[in-house]
């Protein structure tokens, strides 16, 4: 029997605070586990496995993940060494993501790796439509 994906997670990837470039993406993903549950997953990820994503791709203008992350990635089998020396190859030494989904996917399919229980698919939303009507009202709601 498949696992039931009954939460839906959002998340941001990038300069979430808006403190620096001031560029992130919001994802949506379907889930088996709370946002909480997530949470405590890459909290353990971390500690026994010492791969802390917040960390990874962390600098400005910085789509790389560093070999020794890279080495952890691909014994949890979340990667394989093809696919690194592939990159490796495309990008002068180096293994660069192409986009922050990409790298939310890594991360995401790495918490699965290290916690087959966990299981997540990424949520669209069918039909989204965007208006312009409501664009830059309420600013003076933040102070």
Same mark, same amino acid.
């Given at each position: 029997?498949?696992?039931?994906?009954?939460?839906? /997670?959002?998340?941001?990837?990038?300069?979430?605070?808006?403190?620096?470039?001031?560029?992130?993406?919001?994802?949506?993903?379907?889930?088996? %586990?709370?946002?909480?549950? /997530?949470?405590?997953?890459?909290?353990?990820?971390?500690?026994?496995?010492?791969?802390?994503?917040?960390?990874?791709?962390?600098? %400005?203008?910085?789509?790389?993940?560093?070999?020794?992350?890279?080495?952890?990635?691909?014994?949890?089998?979340? *990667?394989?060494?093809?696919?690194?020396?592939?990159? *490796?190859?495309?990008?002068?030494?180096? %293994?660069?993501?192409?986009?922050? *989904?990409?790298?939310?996917?890594?991360?995401?399919?790495?918490?699965?790796?290290?916690?087959?229980?966990?299981?997540?698919?990424?949520? /669209?939303?069918?039909?989204?439509?965007?208006?312009?009507? *409501?664009?830059? /009202?309420?600013?003076?709601? %933040?102070?």
């Amino acid at each position: 029997m498949a696992t039931e994906l009954n939460h839906v /997670i959002e998340f941001e990837v990038g300069d979430w605070s808006k403190d620096g470039h001031n560029q992130s993406d919001t994802f949506l993903i379907k889930s088996n %586990y709370s946002g909480d549950e /997530i949470d405590e997953g890459f909290e353990r990820l971390k500690k026994e496995k010492h791969i802390d994503f917040k960390k990874v791709c962390h600098d %400005y203008e910085d789509s790389e993940i560093k070999n020794d992350v890279l080495v952890k990635l691909i014994k949890l089998g979340v *990667l394989t060494q093809e696919e690194v020396d592939e990159a *490796l190859n495309d990008y002068d030494g180096r %293994y660069c993501v192409d986009s922050a *989904l990409d790298l939310a996917a890594i991360a995401l399919d790495t918490l699965h790796a290290f916690d087959p229980e966990f299981e997540w698919e990424e949520f /669209i939303i069918p039909n989204k439509e965007s208006c312009q009507a *409501l664009t830059g /009202i309420g600013y003076g709601c %933040y102070w």
